[in-house]
């Protein structure tokens, strides 16, 4: 029987050249040197030239440098080399969203999780995908997909806890947002998130008390006063009311948009309307009717 072949003493020193370069080549990703990472990578597949991997960051790093032709190619080559390679369809996938090929980029994300079904990660982007094309009851389907697999990363309750929001199953929102928190207890995105659904659920007690840990967790940011601020109008409490927007001050453009936001999301009503603390028609201008219909912004 004939005797199966092996590399030969230069094709296993070119292999492990081929490696050295890939690692400078992370190395130099890492620190934001993409051109100079590509002469790595490129380097590297021609003295390895089947190896996959390789070619994935090459095309990774042909993006980052805004060579959009390379990195196609380069990730077609992985996939030529390895079929079922998952990473090369979701970065392929990933190409496609970016360059405006959403139903494209849908197919190759499909087929990254159907190579590999574990990853969670690749679930949870499907369900965004999905979203972009109005396929909303499987994107639901993809981000309890990403839950069930890893159900200690809040992120994808948080993600589910969005969908909700959209669909305006409130109570749906609460938990998943809830869960997200117990994830990351100090997330104070999440616990403000949280607040804003729980007032959508009529729930203003919760609601007050998430909004106070998202102040505590950070209290430099003017927003979570000001909406821990329209909570306690509704106890009523004007007095601690007026000290947190004391406390957070004069509100840049940027902050006045996330509390716009922040209002659409929880469907409070502007302070002014009722007239109880003037120092909101300084900052905000004259009141405005909220979006009637929508749970939250849709560029959000």
Known sequence: MPRSRRPSRIAIRRRRVAETRVRIGDYLVERGFAEKAIAQYERATELDGHNPDTRVKL??????????????????????????????????GEFLCTHGH??????????AVACDPGRHYYSC??????????????????????????????????????LHMR?????????EYELAVQCSPVDDFYCA????????????EPALHS?????????????????????????????????????AGPLGEYALDGLRRWRWRSGVTPL????????????????????????YPEDD
């Open 59 to 92: 095309g990774d790093a042909y993006f980052e440098a805004e060579m959009p032709r390379k990195a196609f190619e380069a990730y077609r080559k992985a996939l030529r080399i390895h079929p079922r390679h998952a990473e090369a369809h979701f970065c392929l």
């Open 193 to 204: 998130r949280l607040g804003a659904a729980y007032l959508r659920d009529d729930r203003p």
């Open 167 to 175: 669909l305006r199953d409130f109570a749906a929102a609460v938990a």
């Open 211 to 247: 909004l106070e840990r998202a102040v505590a967790i950070a209290p430099d940011n003017p927003v979570y006063r000001y909406a821990l601020a329209d909570v306690l109008i509704l106890r009523p409490d004007a007095e601690r009311a007026q000290e947190e927007v004391a406390r």
């Open 102 to 111: 959403i139903r494209q980029a849908v197919a190759a994300t499909e087929r």
């Open 125 to 162: 982007r499907l369900g965004d995908l999905y979203i972009l094309v109005g396929a909303i009851d499987t994107a639901r389907q993809q981000y309890e997909r990403a839950v069930a697999l890893a159900p200690h990363e809040g992120f994808y309750h948080y993600k589910l806890a969005e």
């Open 272 to 295: 002014t309307e009722a007239g109880m603390l003037p120092a909101y028609e300084a900052e905000l201008g004259p009141a405005r009717p909220l979006p009637v219909g929508l749970a």
